[in-house]
């Protein structure tokens, strides 16, 4: 008599909340080095594309040939940035203030369970098992309406 096969484990599922701290931490610092050498290698090309639309010789005549920097850079690019910064911040707390009650945003509402299941176009009890289960195979007939379910997994 033969073992019964186990089940095949479903397509990539992605539960970033089950995992431990460390290991998120860790994932994310892979994310963050192979996104930096994937930007590092556009670097080149980022830098052939400046230097052809003259970045490389504006700041030579500007910063290099003349030995002096530009008055108007030095007052006008912290005040920018500065009045970036109180934008920013004024629209955050503007929508701190309008959000702050919860009560006054609209609820979605509450959908029916037969009107779900009379959506999907499925009798009453597929709908049951489709809520019910946390892995489903869901057999479909040619108009693209469930017509069977079979539960991998309960909840």
Not at 9 to 20: A, F, S
Not at 99 to 112: A, C, G, I, L
Request: charged share 20%; aromatic share 10%; glycine share 4%.
């Amino acid at each position: 008599m033969t073992q019964p096969a186990k089940p095949t484990p479903p397509p990539i599922i992605h539960l970033p909340d089950r995992l431990g701290r460390s290991r998120r931490l860790a994932y994310g610092a892979v994310t963050a080095g192979a996104w930096m050498a994937y930007f590092y290698l556009w670097a080149p090309l980022l830098t052939l594309v400046a230097w052809f639309i003259g970045l490389r010789t504006a700041y030579f005549r500007l910063y290099l040939e003349q030995n002096a920097l530009d008055p108007f850079l030095l007052a006008a690019l912290p005040l920018i940035a500065l009045l970036c910064a109180v934008v920013l911040i004024g629209w955050a707390e503007y929508n701190r203030a309008r959000f702050r009650n919860n009560d006054e945003r609209r609820r979605r509402r509450t959908v029916p369970e037969t009107e779900v299941d009379q959506r999907l176009g499925v009798a009453e009890q597929l709908g049951v098992l489709l809520r019910h289960s946390r892995v489903a195979q869901v057999s479909l007939d040619p108009q693209a309406r469930p017509v069977a379910v079979r539960v991998v997994r309960y909840r």
